[in-house]
Structures are given as structure tokens and as C-alpha cells.
């Protein structure tokens, strides 16, 4: 009887564990079960990351938006066309962040980001070359690549 209990709990384990090999310190826990969390949940905090990203650079634009007016290539700092379109960035990026953190439609959000942030890249890279700032945007465009592709999504309110 305690051989079948060892045995019902070995299955279990397996059927519990990631395919393929396992890390070798999760190696020495048995199970793998904390990598099999850490796949779990790493798709919800890609898109919350991604979601806070977006809604830190979203409200920084609302709350200052003169400092974000050199970043729009082809009209003067000072026109207020460049201020309407700072502050409509940045209500754009806001809605996206907020949308990202409590999962309502996070897959269309992702995919918007992604186009938004494929805009800012190529925009700034024409305009002043590749910078560290480039880098970042293409980080973050990659991240939110990464939200749309993914699946496996936990605490969403709306898929």
C-alpha cells in the first residue's frame, strides 16, 4: 500500500513538471514546481511590467508635456499642434498602461503598443540617429511584442 502511495505521488510530480530539462537548482527540489510557477505567472508580469511602463511615460507626458515636445520631428517645439499631440500620446499611452495592468483586452493593447512603439522608434532613429533612448523604446517595443505573442494570461478582467 505505501509503494502505490509513492508511486501515485511520482506520477503526479511528472504529469506537475516541465518538459525538458530543469535547471539544475530546481534540479534538487524534485518537482520543478517552482519553475513550473515561475512559467505560469511570467506572461501576467510581462504585461502588468509593460503596463506600468506605459502608464509611468503616459502620465509624465499629461502632468509635463513641454518636455516631451522635442520629441515630435518636423514641427517646432513651441507649436500648440506639438502640445494637443504630447498630451493625445499621452492619454493614448495611459489608456494602453491601464488597459495592460488590470487585463482588459490585453492582446489588442499589446499589438497597439507595439504599433505606437514601432512609431516612436523609427521616428526618433530618422530624426537624431540611434541612441540610448532608441534602445530603450525598442526594449520596451520587444516587451510588448513578447504580451501580444504570449499566451497563458492570469488576472484578467476582460480577454
Known amino acids: 500500500m505505501a509503494r502505490r502511495n509513492r508511486l501515485n505521488r511520482q506520477a503526479a510530480r511528472a ?11 530546481l534540479a534538487t527540489t524534485g518537482s520543478g514546481i517552482e519553475l513550473a510557477v515561475a512559467q505560469a505567472w511570467a ?3 510581462a504585461r502588468v511590467v509593460l503596463g506600468l ?5 503616459g502620465v509624465h507626458e499629461l502632468v509635463q508635456p513641454s518636455l516631451w515636445t522635442g520629441y ?3 514641427l517646432g517645439p513651441t507649436s500648440k499642434l506639438v502640445l494637443v499631440l504630447v498630451l493625445f ?3 493614448v499611452l495611459s489608456v494602453l498602461g491601464v488597459a495592460l495592468i488590470l487585463g482588459v483586452a490585453p492582446r489588442l493593447a499589446a499589438a497597439v503598443s507595439v504599433l ?5 522608434v523609427v521616428s526618433l532613429t530618422l530624426t537624431a540617429g540611434f541612441s540610448d533612448i532608441v534602445a530603450r523604446d525598442f ?6 511584442l513578447a504580451v501580444f505573442a504570449g499566451h497563458g494570461q492570469r488576472l484578467l478582467l476582460r480577454d
Do not use: I, R
Open 116 to 120: 505606437l512603439l514601432a512609431e516612436v
Open 53 to 57: 511602463v506605459l502608464l509611468w511615460f
Open 15 to 25: 504529469v506537475t513538471s516541465p518538459p525538458g530539462p530543469v535547471a539544475p537548482e
Open 139 to 144: 526594449g520596451v517595443m520587444g516587451l510588448a
Open 72 to 74: 515630435v520631428p518636423l
Open 43 to 45: 506572461p501576467t508580469l
Open 89 to 91: 500620446h499621452g492619454w
